[in-house]
Nanobody, 122 residues
Framework: VQLQASGGGAVQAGESLRLSCAASGGIASPNAMGWYRQVPGKQREWVASITTGRKMEIADFVKGRFTISRDSKNIIHLQMSSLKVEDTAVYYC??????????????????WGQGTQVTVSS
């Protein structure tokens, strides 16, 4: 399985970016895919996830500014609006095969992409 994230870049505070992630290599359905982010010296933190059944979860600290969407079983997007300086991080795409909407536990995300840098300046 390979996950290719794209769409990162450098923007000013208040602007928007759209990240995309394409998974390849025998992608299962159903599944869950999601986004994490990490800044140097800090733990990676979950941002959002979405299942093939379009069940979405968004972290409270980006709720109302970020949305996650899915084109197909292997392509997802993260629309980031009203970006803040504190959103600066490397954003990673993640994948959990065979994850169903009815599962109580969150996705385990055993597969990760290489990350895309998002830099927001004031």
């Amino acid at each position: 399985v390979q996950l290719q994230a794209s769409g990162g870049g450098a923007v000013q505070a208040g602007e928007s970016l759209r990240l995309s992630c394409a998974a390849s290599g025998g992608i299962a359905s159903p599944n869950a895919m999601g986004w994490y982010r990490q800044v140097p010296g800090k733990q990676r933190e979950w941002v959002a996830s979405i299942t093939t059944g379009r069940k979405m979860e968004i972290a409270d600290f980006v709720k109302g500014r970020f949305t996650i969407s899915r084109d197909s079983k292997n392509i997802i997007h993260l629309q980031m609006s009203s970006l803040k300086v504190e959103d600066t991080a490397v954003y990673y795409c993640a994948y959990d095969p065979y994850y169903n909407d009815y599962e109580d536990d969150p996705p385990r995300f055993d597969y990760w992409g290489q990350g895309t840098q998002v830099t927001v300046s004031s």
